[in-house]
């Protein structure tokens, strides 16, 4: 398969082999149901230099196991029933219609994670670039036909899910249209199990899907590998501040660190270059003064070192 087949569109922007990398801050819950939250949150990834921003939306009624809805829990904002705090941190329309204008205000794309097929006919009335499907849903058949029905471009994390219940989730999607994610569901992640290697294994097993990696490990340096080892989509939860209140914010990374991310990925992508060995106009100069025995010369001007004797 060629570079081509594995290009995917997300709103105005193409996604693959050759492309920029697309870097998405994932807000998640962490806004903890307050705008003004997912506003600086919003503010955060668009100063560092992000393609996007993601949320997680979800029918509490649906997702939520019935025998946990009236389990009371201390929350920030009191104790409360579980579902009640499942509502508590959900955005109704008004409030993704204010997050929608906000984001085109910085910029950036958003989109979401729906973990029901209501929370997908919520979605479907925005028009966003791509839906993510959570490791959690990747075996839900039923998520992923609706989201296949919509005809948008589906990434599809990996995190606790065996090669074959991924082979599986691609059948039922179609690899057409798909965007794959190597992840290790644990917040946080330890770098012992990020087995960063994995993207190779994915490449080669789908030709034709691009590979990205969405994080749940502490530091940046392991996301930075997983771009060098040619992830074209990178995922990273974002915080305010990792003491905040949430299950999540432990494994996110805080604005100071997001734009060291994306400054540094930028980096690695300049720097990987197209593979081809050259000598470059800029060593010229430093060759002249260093190098002795000039050797062969190729026919473009390459420089090889001279046959051995036999």
């Not at 697309?22 to 819950?29: D, L, R, V």
């Not at 230099?49 to 009371?72: H, L, S, Y």
Request: charged share 25%.
């Amino acid at each position: 398969m060629t570079a081509g087949n594995r290009l995917r569109q997300l709103g105005d922007r193409i996604v693959g082999p050759g492309r920029p990398v697309y870097i998405t801050g994932e807000i998640g819950i962490n806004h903890n149901g307050d705008l003004e939250n997912a506003f600086a949150l919003i503010d955060a990834a668009a100063e560092a230099g992000c393609d996007a921003v993601k949320f997680q939306k979800r029918t509490p009624e649906i997702c939520t196991p019935r025998d946990q809805w009236e389990i009371e829990r201390d929350t920030p904002w009191g104790r409360m029933t579980y579902i009640d705090y499942r509502h508590r941190v959900e955005f109704d329309a008004d409030d993704y219609r204010a997050i929608n204008e906000y984001c085109v205000k910085r910029g950036l794309h958003w989109f979401a994670s729906p973990w029901d097929t209501e929370a997908v006919n919520f979605l479907e009335d925005f028009d966003v670039p791509a839906y993510k499907v959570a490791s959690a849903s990747l075996t839900d058949d039923e998520l992923l036909r609706a989201l296949r029905a919509t005809g948008r471009t589906v990434i599809l994390s990996t995190g606790m899910s065996t090669p074959q219940q991924i082979r599986h989730a691609v059948e039922v999607l179609g690899s057409e249209n798909i965007l794959l994610c190597h992840a290790t569901s644990t917040y946080p992640a330890k770098a012992e199990e990020l087995n960063l290697r994995v993207i190779h294994t994915l490449q080669a097993e789908y030709p034709n899907v691009p590979i990205g990696y969405s994080g749940h490990e502490t530091g940046l340096q392991t996301t930075l590998a997983a771009v060098a080892l040619g992830a074209v989509f990178v995922e990273r939860h974002i915080t305010l501040d990792r003491a905040m209140w949430g299950s999540d914010q432990a494994a996110s990374v805080e604005p100071q660190g997001l734009t060291r991310l994306v400054r540094d990925i930028r980096i690695i992508e300049e720097s990987l270059g197209d593979g081809v060995k050259k000598v470059y106009d800029s060593e010229l100069a430093p060759m002249k003064k260093l190098r002795r025995v000039k050797g062969v010369v190729a026919e473009r001007g390459e420089s090889s070192p001279e046959p051995a004797s036999v």
